[in-house]
């Protein structure tokens, strides 16, 4: 195995013990994550990116399964005689973005970008994977997933529905998403909710259409989707626990067809709900029903109502924390290891939580200043078109990567 050195990246990431080899490899590293990033792919449309994952892999003499969740993939390795088995996640989907940035890896396809960092995640779990496979320094076997769809598709719930870990069977699986906002050389975790559920809904308002000069000729849904808009904001003002957390955006309204002197025979609201609890978030599906059909009905008109639960809430579990954050203390000290602040945001690795325990954390990838000229003229957050991620905590990630497997499958 190779020794440790503590390297400074940037003067950011101080006093880290990384890997040596890793951080000998981390141009290679880079030049992959900047590949993928040059040529994004939507969700389970990952073709390409598979491909490049699965060659990747096998060059290493690891074994890889397809046939998951259409592009999805699971390498194996396995070492000493123990049964017990860990599993580590990326994802590789892009987002339906035009990017903004203007450097030599932006994207070459019109309208996507992977604008969340997903092309990182893919980098750091192969950089592990490479590691891993030449050093075996643990007792059992190491699942490599690499997951489609994680932004639209649910493609971890695609996975487990296609056997993953019914094939693979593990006692933990671990996640890990970079952070803008958070300093690099900074992890952070915490037990309990993290993240939100996310789910959507769809209100129509079924009126009658007439003459804008001639309104009492029919009935105008604009005004009821109005007074919708407002009473749904006091469910959470009135109706839940004030210390419960939720949240319910409309976030778009449709009406009209172009011509300012019709009244709409519709109108149509879409949005979505995010909570922590499964309590809170049927409190909340239960009076926006009563409150579409009860305001509609009062002024003379019907509605549809559509209510999807798309995510549940990531809940990482306590156990897995303490491995995880023991393992990180480790890497670049007691100060660099942060509670993890819950966020309204929504991960489908959620689903892998609920079947097999685990941890989802966040790592830094800085306030933006890594990246090259060329870049957007916006900020370096996720779900932005000048977004890129930083290749500087490529080695953090895969050290993290390795040394928790070598931690959780010690030998005994």
């Known amino acids: 195995m190779d020794n440790v050195k503590h390297i400074s990246v940037r003067s950011l990431l101080s006093e880290a013990l990384l890997i040596d080899s890793i951080v000998a490899d981390k ?10 990033h040059a040529h994004p792919e939507l969700s389970y449309d990952e073709q390409r990116t598979s491909q490049l994952v699965k060659e990747q892999l096998k060059a290493l003499g690891i074994t890889v399964y397809s046939g998951f969740a259409k592009t999805g993939l699971v390498g194996v390795i396995k070492a000493g005689q123990s049964k017990r088995a860990i599993g580590l996640r990326a994802d590789m989907d892009a987002l339906p973005i035009q990017e903004h ?31 891993l496979s030449k050093q075996q320094n643990f007792d059992g076997s190491v699942y490599f997933i690499f997951q489609p769809a994680e932004e639209e598709g ?23 998403h970079n952070w803008p906002g958070l300093p690099v050389g900074q992890f952070a975790i915490s037990s309990g909710p993290v993240m939100a559920s996310k789910n959507t809904f769809r ?5 009658k259409g007439c003459h804008a000069a001639l309104p009492h ?50 109108c149509e609201l879409a949005g979505t709900v995010r909570t922590f609890s499964d309590d ?19 002024y003379g ?46 991960e489908d690795f959620a689903f892998m939580l609920q079947e097999v325990p685990g941890s989802y954390c966040f790592i830094g990838n800085g306030e933006g200043d890594h990246r090259n ?33 070598e931690a959780y499958l010690a030998a005994e």
């Open 27 to 36: 141009v290679d590293i880079q030049k992959i994550r900047r590949d993928i």
């Open 101 to 131: 940035n203007h450097f030599s890896h932006q994207s070459k396809y019109a309208g996507k970008m992977h604008a969340c960092g997903h092309d990182g995640h893919t980098a750091m779990l192969l950089a592990a994977a490479r590691y």
């Open 154 to 176: 649910a493609g971890a719930q695609s996975m487990i529905k296609d056997g993953l870990f019914e094939k693979f069977p593990m006692q933990a699986v671990f996640g890990m």
């Open 203 to 207: 209100i129509v308002i079924r009126g």
């Open 217 to 266: 000729l029919g009935l105008d849904p604009v005004p009821v989707a109005a007074q919708i808009i407002l009473a749904l904001q006091t469910i959470l003002t009135r109706n839940a626990n004030p210390l419960a957390n939720g949240l319910i955006s409309v976030t778009q309204v449709h009406a009209g067809s172009g011509a300012t002197n019709v009244i709409s025979d519709s």
């Open 280 to 298: 809170l978030l049927n409190l909340i599906e239960q009076r926006m029903y009563e409150i579409v059909q009860h305001t509609c009905l009062a």
């Open 301 to 346: 008109m019907e509605a549809e109502f559509e209510f999807n639960k798309d995510y549940p809430a990531t809940i990482n579990h306590e156990q897995a924390v303490a491995i995880s954050r023991r393992v990180m203390v480790n890497i670049v000290g007691e100060d660099q290891v942060i509670a993890q602040s819950a966020t309204m945001g929504a």
């Open 373 to 405: 000229l060329g870049h957007g003229a916006g900020p370096c957050s996720l779900h932005n078109a000048s977004y890129d991620f930083n290749d500087d905590i490529l080695p953090l990630g895969a050290t993290y990567w390795v040394r928790l497997v």
